[in-house]
């Protein structure tokens, strides 16, 4: 199939108007478009169409037993996609609406059960972007979206990104530039008392319990472990997740690769007190008070199905140092980098502003040695080329360096720098793309700092544990 791209700029929408009437007429005829919102871009079909939808789950390869948003434009389209909406479900609309928030209700009837993967509930939501709004209300259907990547890999944050995952599969991509978030919106569920955050994101918890007190936070079965090196007695702090499902696979079985599981409110490093997100196990309340009971409910009660897959996963094996202070991050970091690299492996480090720096030797020190090897294998290396370089090795590299070096070398060392630590929704923002990015410039694995959990901190926190599953 061609797929075509569409530019559409989202601060004249009404000149791009003819633009996007005319990839509506492809959605109205059972096809597939990819369109910007404010959170990544979605793949788009007509939701009410169980052919088109189904379309989708080719495209992208995804599980059937994950269910879709669907995308409206305006609150009367609302009933097509949910009945008996509660008030609880109709203050948080008309409070973050259109915006960057999912509400889990009870189906409407008409909605085909490829849709929901057979649920009774139905996602909705109403996104901001200019393109996309204007792209439902053209199509005159819900857009039934996931985010526009092959399943499993980091949402798209650009068009760039939705060309190398699905040209060739979808009939229309439009351009739209970069999303403003970064990481696709907040789920929550209106159908439970009290109601769950499914899925964090730039509506946080805080926010949400404003107008809905007792609401709640509760993780998929995040099975996180503590790592390899804990092991070797020098981990403190550091985690990943345990191998989990992968794509396509059901919930159950946990293997871990080594290490020991944390218990019940342990988590995500003995010493990064904190963090709130250990594990699956601790629902956390927007009120100090989360009862066990309320727990135990949610332990048993189905989650937001997608949550169970590895997601939002670079190529590379992906890795978070925590700490209590982000001199003892970025020194785990260093650690990690070395160690790794003499294992032969390409590094890439995700930095923030405050420890950016840190860095910079191990760059320079590693540098020759990935010229050389780049040099020498330029085809097979994935491309560790200078020119990806960051401004660290500027004037540190003699010209010539590559001729000097005679002994092969194990690998490079990239930095990318997500942004402030302090300012969580630039890191959000860079996320995506620095995963993507590291995987283009061939790292073999992917070194992410802890950040502070505030606000969006905590969905930036949450993908980033998403990404580590094995
Ligand atoms: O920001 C976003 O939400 C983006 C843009 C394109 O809107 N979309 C997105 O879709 O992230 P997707 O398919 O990648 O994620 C949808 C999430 C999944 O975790 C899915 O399991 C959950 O929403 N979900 C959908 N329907 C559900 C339901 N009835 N009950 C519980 N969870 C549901
Ligand atoms: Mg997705």
């Known amino acids: 199939m061609k797929t075509e791209i569409l530019k559409v700029d989202p601060l004249n929408i009404a000149l791009e108007r003819s633009k996007l009437r005319y990839a509506a007429d492809v959605i109205r005829g059972g096809g597939l478009v990819a369109f910007p919102t404010e959170t990544v871009y979605g793949l788009g079909a007509d939701a009410l169409n169980p052919k088109a939808v189904e379309k989708i789950f080719k495209a992208k390869g995804r599980p059937a037993d994950n269910p879709l948003i669907s995308h409206i434009a305006d609150i009367s389209s609302l009933p097509l996609i949910a009945v008996e909406v509660p008030e609880k479900a109709a203050v948080i609309m008309r409070r973050f609406w259109p915006g960057p928030l999912t509400l889990v209700l009870k189906k409407a009837p008409g909605v085909p059960g490829i849709v929901t993967a057979g649920l009774d509930t139905a996602a909705v939501r109403m996104p901001s972007h200019p393109a996309a709004l204007a792209l439902i209300e053209e199509s005159g259907t819900p857009l039934a979206a996931p985010s526009a990547n092959t399943s499993g890999k980091p949402s798209p944050t650009s068009a760039e990104h939705v060309i190398a995952d699905l040209s060739g599969k979808v009939d229309i991509i439009i351009d739209s530039g970069i999303p403003a978030i970064g990481i696709e919106s907040t789920v929550v569920d209106v159908t439970s008392d009290p109601p769950v955050i499914l899925r964090p994101g730039w509506v946080d918890i805080q926010m949400l319990a404003e107008y809905l007190p007792g609401i709640i936070y509760s993780g998929d079965r995040g099975r996180f472990c503590v790592s390899l090196q804990e092991e070797q007695g020098q981990d403190r702090g550091r985690f990943c997740v345990s191998k989990g499902t992968g794509e396509g696979g059901s919930s159950g079985h946990t293997e871990h690769h080594g290490g020991r599981c944390a218990g019940n409110g342990g988590g995500v490093g003995e010493d990064a007190s904190s963090v709130r997100m250990g594990n699956d196990l601790s629902a956390i309340s927007s009120s100090s008070s989360s009862n066990d009971e309320i727990k135990e409910k949610l332990i048993q009660s189905p989650k937001s199905p997608g949550m169970k897959y590895r997601h939002y996963a670079p190529e590379a094996l992906f890795e978070i140092a925590g700490g209590r202070d982000e001199r003892e991050i970025a020194g785990k970091i260093r650690e990690l980098c070395r160690a790794y690299f ?44 200078s020119d990806h370089r960051t401004d660290h090795t500027a004037g540190h590299v003699p010209d010539n360096i590559e001729t000097k070096i005679k002994t092969p070398a194990p690998g490079g060392v990239e930095v990318i720098c997500l942004g402030d630590r302090k300012e969580a929704a630039g890191i959000a923002a860079s996320l995506y793309y620095a995963l993507r990015e590291m995987d283009r410039r061939g790292a073999d694995v992917i070194l992410a700092e802890q950040i502070p959990e505030d606000g969006i901190g905590f969905a930036v926190m949450n993908r980033m544990m998403k990404a580590a599953v094995k």
Do not use: P
């Not at 420890?355 to 020190?365: C, F, G, I, N, P």
């Open 342 to 385: 003499a294992q032969g492996m390409n590094v890439g480090i995700l930095s923030t502003v405050q420890t950016d720096s840190e860095y910079a030797d191990l760059v320079r020190k590693f540098t020759k040695r990935a010229n050389h090897r780049a040099d020498q294998k330029t085809d097979n290396m994935g491309g560790l080329k």
